[in-house]
């Protein structure tokens, strides 16, 4: 069983910074991919920022330019750096890592960090 553990959220104000963290334990042979997620209040969940094995990064439309996801591959830890923090972030963050066990393939999530900004 892969368990990611989350840290980093909180309250802060609108025009401020966060930076999130996802740790992964138990054995990891590889990681596909390492995504953050976050659903607000009665919205559905959304993909916010996504690194692929290969380096590659993709961002949703509204976090392109203020949000930067990176990782530690030793440590299996993946990051959020949050930044030019809008009301509209406030959500429920959660990560989300794909990859390899020794025998079968995993798809594990994070138990959610609240962030919220406030005007």
């Known amino acids: 069983q892969v368990q990611l553990v989350e840290s980093g959220g909180g309250l802060v104000q609108a025009g401020g910074s966060l930076r999130l963290s996802c740790t992964a334990s138990?054995?990891?042979?590889?990681?596909?991919?390492m995504n953050w997620y976050r659903q607000a209040p009665g919205k559905q969940r959304e993909l916010v920022a996504a690194?692929?094995?290969?380096?590659?990064?993709n961002y949703a439309d509204s976090v392109k330019g203020r949000f930067t996801i990176s990782s530690e591959n030793a440590k299996n830890t993946v990051y959020l750096q949050m930044n030019s923090l809008i009301p509209e972030d406030t959500a429920v963050y959660y990560c989300?890592?794909?990859?390899?066990?020794?025998?079968?393939?995993?798809?594990?999530w994070g138990q959610g960090t609240q962030v919220t900004v406030s005007s």
């Open positions: 989300n890592i794909r990859g390899r066990r020794r025998l079968n393939d995993f798809d594990s």
């Open positions: 138990g054995f990891i042979r590889s990681i596909d991919v």
């Open positions: 690194l692929t094995s290969g380096g590659h990064s």
